[in-house]
């Protein structure tokens, strides 16, 4: 009962138009094993459009392609069951590959399971050790870091340079023995709350508030990185059968806005896992309200593209800031995991599917060559009641 009053508590959107807008997540098909072990599987339903979605895999699978290069791995699960599923030569289904950004989504989960044990409340101020009192930052929500709208200096989309992107300092250069560190020191440039900015400090911040949250007395830097690998293990990965690698910085901290190595059979899991609202084989793993607080846009009017931690698409398909990687309004319902290099988690709840895609491209130019080809893959698909 008090985690139920808590969680009512947690999400009693500000924007709660929008939470009354979402389409339904869709319940898992009665008498169907959940794939906590292996998938069932099934052939291609007969409502796909055959010439569209063979067109897909073609270009896929073909070759490197010019815009969206080599596609590794596709797996497509509809009504709980695997219906395609391929590997580019050299990978297989045992391959983990790199999830980048992808793990910014993890992290919104493990938050989840902070939340669900009540070592997390994100409507109160998420704070940090390197901020002395009355520093600004302290005052920045849990609920606002998740939404990037923390207001921290901070460029990586859109940097001229790979010298000129804080990420790359930050995960490779001087922030790399301490990555929290690094992101504590950035400072605001504007009002917290008020406009969205894609920022994977804030995500390390967020990795490092949980941990101190779950493991407060950690003894030293392993104790605290082995503890955090139990945990995880314990509360997210082992109850849905992920067996993921996390990285972690050499403080103890996991990353939280990428390394997170998995193969496309734990990815799509993953995806499922938020496609039936957080609930695996009768167990609550995320808080009730959890997977409508990722899929609903944040409070930046300006941006209709970001939830929390998860990627939206915008309901004209278009997208503001920038575009989203789905493109068909009929799909606005969709919201997904995306990383670095063209890594994608796709999950539409108007067709009850996964779509993971693991691949590889150089450049920011293939997102949106990648974005046609997962819009034109789905829209393959039948809708599900």
Do not use: C
Request: charged share 20%; glycine share 10%.
């Amino acid at each position: 009962m008090l985690r139920g009053a808590i969680a009512a508590l947690v999400f009693a959107f500000a924007g709660a138009a929008h939470a009354q807008a979402l389409y339904p997540l869709p319940p898992q098909p009665a008498g169907l094993a959940w794939p906590t072990q292996e998938w069932a599987e099934a052939p291609l339903p007969a409502d796909v459009d055959r010439a569209e979605f063979d067109l897909a895999v073609t270009e896929a699978f073909a070759g490197r392609h010019p815009q969206f290069g080599d596609t590794r791995a596709v797996i497509v699960v509809q009504s709980g069951r695997i219906v395609f599923e391929r590997y580019m030569d050299g990978f297989n289904r045992d391959t983990r590959l790199i999830s980048w950004s992808m793990a910014k989504s993890v992290t919104h989960a493990l938050v989840g399971v902070g939340v669900l044990q009540s070592a997390v409340s994100i409507a109160a101020p998420m704070g940090n050790p390197h901020w002395r009192a009355g520093d600004r930052r302290a005052s920045i929500t849990w609920r606002q870091w998740l939404n990037m709208v923390d207001g921290q200096d901070y460029t990586e989309i859109g940097a001229p340079s790979v010298l000129e992107n804080d990420v790359t300092h930050m995960l490779y250069g001087r922030g790399r023995g301490d990555t929290a560190r690094f992101a504590a020191g950035l400072p605001l440039i504007r009002d917290p709350g008020a406009q969205w900015n894609y920022n994977s400090a804030g995500s390390i911040l967020i990795s490092d508030a949980l941990t101190r949250a779950i493991v407060p007395d950690a003894a030293n830097a392993a104790d605290r990185r082995n503890r955090m690998r139990a945990w995880m293990q314990e509360g997210l990965f082992g109850p849905i059968g992920m067996n993921p690698v996390v990285e972690f910085d050499p403080t103890g901290l996991y990353y939280g806005s990428a390394l997170v190595w998995a193969d496309a059979r734990d990815w799509a899991r993953f995806g499922y896992l938020y496609l039936r609202n957080g609930v695996w084989n009768g167990r609550r793993v995320l808080p009730e309200g959890w997977v409508d607080f990722a899929r609903t846009p944040g409070p930046d009017r300006g941006t209709d593209i970001y939830g929390a931690h998860w990627w939206l698409t915008a309901p004209d398909g278009q997208g503001k800031p920038m575009r989203s990687l789905i493109t068909d309004p009929d799909l606005a319902d969709s919201f997904h995991a995306q990383g670095h290099e063209g890594q994608i988690v796709v999950v539409v709840p108007s067709k009850d599917l996964v779509l993971v895609r693991l691949g590889l491209f150089e450049g920011a130019e293939g997102w949106d060559a990648l974005g046609d080809w997962a819009t034109r893959m789905i829209g393959a698909f039948g809708d599900r009641p």
